[in-house]
């Protein structure tokens, strides 16, 4: 099955820094990744996406880059805010009504 | 956007009673909804894909019979923990995909904390 790992576990970063988040997968078949935000006590909320044919995305402070051929794509958040500061997942997934496979988290903490 | 609900947020109940969880779709149709198992500190753990009309499919080492998963609509699926125990208190998240668009994209509900006392 799907092997997905993610670095760091956790990362403090001063207010205003940029903070990045890596995740390698083992399917060559997986063609969608999605990463998500979960704040304490709620459920995970999506905040970019990106597709096996698109190499990076941004999304004003938020960008996701994929390097298909390493089998590796990380989250890059700029100018990070306290609100930012949260537990973030990368998943995986072939697609369609597939099953995600989801990292094993990054806890942010944004120091003011 | 996309809105996935869960009810009850939270719910204590006694060792030995059944607990049912409902995840609804509240602007869009699923017909593919899946629950996950998440314990304090850890990432999401799948436990089943949930499919409108038909049997879920359960993940290995998750028992089918202590956990009863019902999709009726494409709007409702419901988990219902059986006979619960100590060790089934957990926070449960449900997702679900827009049948109508992109059908990689899941949307989480905001969760179900249940203790079992």
């Known amino acids: 099955g799907e092997n997905v790992e993610q670095h760091p576990s956790t990362l403090s970063v001063q207010e205003g820094d940029s903070a990045v988040i890596k995740c390698t997968y083992s399917?060559?078949?997986?063609?969608?990744f999605p990463w998500y935000k979960q704040e304490l006590g709620k459920g995970p909320q999506l905040i970019i996406d990106?597709?096996?044919?698109?190499g990076e995305k941004k999304d004003q402070r938020i960008a996701v880059t994929l390097n298909k051929t390493a089998k590796h794509f990380s989250l890059h958040i700029t100018e990070t805010q306290p609100e930012d500061s949260a537990v973030y997942f990368c998943a995986v997934t072939p697609g369609g009504y597939q099953k995600v496979t989801f990292g094993t988290g990054t806890k942010l903490q944004v120091i003011p | 956007g996309a809105v996935v609900s869960q009810h009850p947020s939270r719910v204590i109940c006694k060792s030995g009673t059944s607990v049912k969880i409902e995840c609804r779709s509240l602007d869009f149709q699923a017909t593919t909804m899946f629950w996950y198992r998440q314990f304090p500190k850890q990432s999401l753990m799948l436990m089943a894909t949930?499919?409108?009309?038909?049997?879920?499919?359960?993940e290995q080492g998750v028992e089918k019979d202590k956990f009863l998963i019902n999709h009726a609509s494409l709007t409702l699926s419901t988990l219902t923990v059986t006979s619960a125990h100590p060790e089934d208190s957990s926070f449960y998240i449900c997702s679900a995909s827009d049948s109508g668009t992109t059908q990689e994209t899941q949307y989480f509900g905001p969760g179900t904390r249940l203790l079992v006392l």
């Open positions: 990106i597709r096996s044919n698109v």
């Open positions: 399917d060559s078949a997986s063609n969608y």
């Open positions: 949930s499919n409108e009309g038909s049997k879920a499919t359960y």
